[in-house]
């Protein structure tokens, strides 16, 4: 089957193809149909499914059908709400690659930054909001979100925001949506918390399940090489020096790190070129065919672009940057061996990326296999003044989202000092 048997429209269509999608996954097959006909779904998935494209299609194609019959301001038909920042982040990219030809405007919102951008993105209009529970429960009572307007709700990742303890705020969410609306649940595991909650969301759902991704690493050779942040260029340039690696897929977790990865290669003539939401089109079609056709050795993409590329008899796939979620290790490295050829993953880990390594290896049921002997071992020497700065940073971050949880659970968010101020 072809996204071009799912009935989609002719935008969507071409943004599926300039993305390289062909053939859509067995999620996809089994959920846009249903979504298309206005059914709640109930679906038992985990990252790496495809499950993303599997609910941002439909809505998208929804909301395009509807868009002419709308008159007046923008407002908010759509709200997926999502447990993490990163997680978050993707989805919007999602949105912005599937709905690039049609006037849908979707934003992110999440905790751990100034306010201001989203806020002023939400006063433009928009028609998708993604979100993670705190920022939109504090937006919501500083009154720039309203819910009445809503009809496609997902609630994406169910089991790790009852983990993260955010069931109360989802409950408040679910209490200022309209009762008619198409609901979308999905949870990689299914418990008794899980099952009851979904049934408070979601009317006749359809149920679907596809199998967890961790059985496609068994037949990949897998190597790791724990090593410090700083010696992450070296060490890849070290690894590199292997002649047989004539063709590598190597990921990076940012834009930014990808095209400095590029640049640094390239300064030592290997040549390399990057994939992500930030380069044109045209620019994404001419690395990959450069890359497929020998004329670079090195394609460097982040995850959401490299959605869609399928590259025959590729071999090596490279981590240089460990992803957190262990399902998206599963989906990089599963890009290599395909079509009868063996597949080899090498990955570079910094200290702070240990704890990534243990969740992959719970979830694979494997232990990776170490490399001992290179030239840059990681040690317990203190943080250079760089990554001492981008810890920090990520610290605070984590940090404030932690205490914007605490606050809200307490009742005592910050838009409420305004009101205890003007009692007085």
């Known amino acids: 089957m072809t996204f071009e048997d799912l009935e989609l429209i002719a935008p969507i269509q071409r943004a599926l193809k300039e993305e390289n999608y062909v053939s859509p996954t067995p999620i996809q097959v089994q959920a846009i149909p249903e979504l298309l006909k206005g059914r709640d779904i109930l679906a038992s998935a985990q990252t790496g499914t495809g499950k993303t494209a599997a609910f941002a299609i439909p809505i998208l194609q929804q909301l395009v059908e509807e868009y002419e019959s709308k008159q007046g301001a923008r407002q908010i038909r759509a709200l997926i709400l999502t447990p993490t920042r990163e997680l978050a982040i993707q989805i919007g990219e999602s949105l912005d690659a599937y709905g690039r030809h049609t006037r849908i405007?979707?934003?992110?919102?999440?905790?751990?930054?100034?306010?201001?951008?989203?806020?002023?993105?939400?006063?433009?209009?928009?028609?998708?909001?993604?979100?993670?529970?705190?920022?939109?429960?504090d937006l919501m009572n500083q009154g720039f979100i309203r819910l009445s307007s809503i009809d496609y709700f997902v609630l994406d990742e169910a089991d790790r925001?009852?983990?993260?303890?955010?069931?109360?705020?989802?409950?408040?969410?679910?209490?200022?949506?309209?009762?008619?609306?198409?609901?979308?649940?999905?949870?990689?595991?299914?418990?008794?918390?899980?099952?009851s909650l979904s049934r408070n969301i979601l009317t006749n759902p359809i149920k679907v399940a596809v199998?967890?991704?961790?059985?496609?690493?068994?037949?990949?050779?897998?190597?790791?090489?724990?090593?410090?942040?700083?010696?992450?260029?070296?060490?890849?340039?070290h690894i590199l020096r292997d002649p047989e690696m004539d063709q590598v897929l190597l990921f990076s977790r940012t834009k930014h790190g990808a095209d400095r990865i590029c640049k640094n290669l390239n300064k030592k003539h290997i040549g390399a070129a990057a994939i992500h939401g930030n380069k044109s089109q045209n620019q994404r079609q001419k690395a990959l065919k450069d890359f497929k056709q020998g004329k670079i050795r090195v394609l460097v993409a982040t995850d959401i672009a490299s959605r869609g590329i399928d590259i025959d008899q590729l071999r090596y796939v490279v981590n240089f940057d460990i992803p957190n979620e262990p399902e998206t290790y599963v989906h990089r490295i599963g890009r290599s061996g395909r079509a009868g050829e063996e597949g080899v993953s090498i990955s570079l880990c910094e200290p702070e990326e240990?704890?990534?390594?243990?969740?992959?290896?719970?979830?694979?049921?494997?232990?990776?296999?170490?490399?001992?002997?290179?030239?840059?071992?990681?040690?317990?020497?203190?943080?250079?003044?760089n990554e001492k700065k981008a810890f920090d940073k990520e610290k605070a971050r984590k940090r404030q989202e932690f205490f914007d949880a605490r606050r809200k659970n307490k009742g005592n968010r910050d838009s409420n000092r305004p009101n205890r101020r003007n009692r007085r």
Request: glycine share 4%; charged share 25%; net charge positive.
């Open 105 to 137: 405007r979707n934003t992110v919102i999440f905790g751990g930054v100034n306010q201001n951008k989203q806020t002023d993105a939400l006063r433009r209009g928009v028609d998708i909001l993604v979100a993670t529970p705190g920022r939109l429960l």
């Open 161 to 195: 925001m009852l983990d993260m303890g955010f069931i109360h705020d989802i409950r408040k969410v679910l209490a200022k949506l309209p009762e008619k609306r198409q609901s979308l649940f999905f949870s990689a595991t299914m418990p008794d918390t899980i099952v």
């Open 211 to 237: 199998s967890p991704v961790s059985s496609t690493a068994e037949t990949i050779q897998q190597y790791l090489y724990l090593t410090n942040k700083s010696s992450k260029p070296e060490l890849l340039l």
């Open 354 to 385: 240990n704890a990534y390594i243990k969740s992959i290896e719970k979830l694979i049921d494997q232990k990776i296999q170490r490399v001992e002997d290179h030239p840059f071992p990681q040690t317990d020497r203190p943080m250079t003044a």
